[in-house]
């Protein structure tokens, strides 16, 4: 069941459901809007040869209230928002469709596991063949809770638990990274 307005009021009022800073108009009828941080990460090219799924990947930070994403290319960001789910609810990111309308393709996997908590990382992609500017603290992206039928017998509590800020992969830290087996 996908939640409405008021049931995600209700839960942020009781405490269940916790978004900060949360944004005057950002509770939309089916939806939560967050807005965009100012930290970036992107892939240290110089540094690598070739990207893993065994080894930690190189990236460089940037920070500033805007960027520039040069066509076809990729970088990670973050919301400014701390999401807090428990651990019967998850969300879905979903891109802004005005956003997308532009050209600009907006990821975190797609999922918001049930127990997360901290800043959303987001993929972002310029599939246009300009560039796209962006500036911290505009919408971005959209999160859609949708309550699960009973609570997670084993809720998140991984890897990405309790980020900061914009965090790259550590696909190298999974326990089967060094699993060859299929």
Same mark, same amino acid.
Request: glycine share 8%; hydrophobic share 35%; net charge negative.
């Given at each position: 069941?996908?939640?409405?307005?008021?049931?995600?009021?209700?839960?942020?009022?009781?405490?269940?459901?916790?978004?900060?800073? #949360?944004?005057?108009?950002?509770?939309? +009828?089916?939806?939560?809007?967050?807005? !965009? &941080?100012?930290?970036?990460? *992107?892939?240290?090219?110089?540094?690598?040869?070739? #990207?893993?799924?065994?080894? $930690?990947?190189?990236? %460089? %930070?940037?920070? /500033?209230?805007?960027?520039?994403? +040069?066509?076809?290319?990729?970088? !990670?960001?973050?919301?400014?928002?701390?999401?807090?789910?428990?651990?019967?609810?998850?969300?879905?990111?979903?891109? %802004?469709?005005?956003?997308?309308?532009? &050209?600009?393709?907006?990821?975190?996997?797609?999922?918001?596991? +049930?127990?997360?908590?901290?800043?959303?990382? #987001?993929? #972002?992609? /310029?599939? /246009?063949?300009?560039?796209?500017?962006? $500036?911290? &603290?505009? %919408?971005?992206?959209?999160? *859609?809770?949708?309550?699960?039928?009973?609570?997670?017998?084993? +809720?998140?509590?991984?890897?990405?638990? &309790?980020?900061?800020?914009?965090?790259?992969?550590?696909?190298?830290?999974?326990?089967?990274?060094?699993? /060859?087996?299929?």
């Amino acid at each position: 069941m996908i939640l409405s307005d008021s049931t995600i009021k209700s839960m942020m009022q009781d405490g269940t459901l916790a978004i900060d800073p #949360l944004g005057k108009n950002s509770i939309q +009828p089916a939806s939560v809007d967050c807005t !965009l &941080g100012r930290e970036y990460l *992107v892939i240290d090219e110089n540094n690598m040869d070739v #990207l893993t799924l065994k080894t $930690e990947l190189k990236y %460089r %930070r940037l920070e /500033n209230d805007w960027i520039t994403l +040069p066509p076809h290319s990729f970088i !990670l960001a973050t919301t400014r928002e701390y999401v807090k789910l428990p651990d019967d609810l998850t969300a879905f990111v979903e891109g %802004r469709s005005s956003i997308g309308r532009m &050209g600009l393709f907006i990821q975190n996997a797609g999922w918001v596991d +049930p127990g997360f908590e901290g800043r959303i990382t #987001l993929e #972002l992609y /310029n599939a /246009n063949s300009l560039p796209i500017r962006l $500036e911290s &603290g505009r %919408r971005i992206c959209q999160l *859609v809770f949708c309550k699960m039928d009973q609570i997670a017998d084993k +809720p998140y509590r991984g890897k990405y638990q &309790g980020q900061e800020s914009t965090t790259g992969s550590r696909i190298f830290a999974d326990e089967d990274a060094g699993d /060859n087996s299929e």
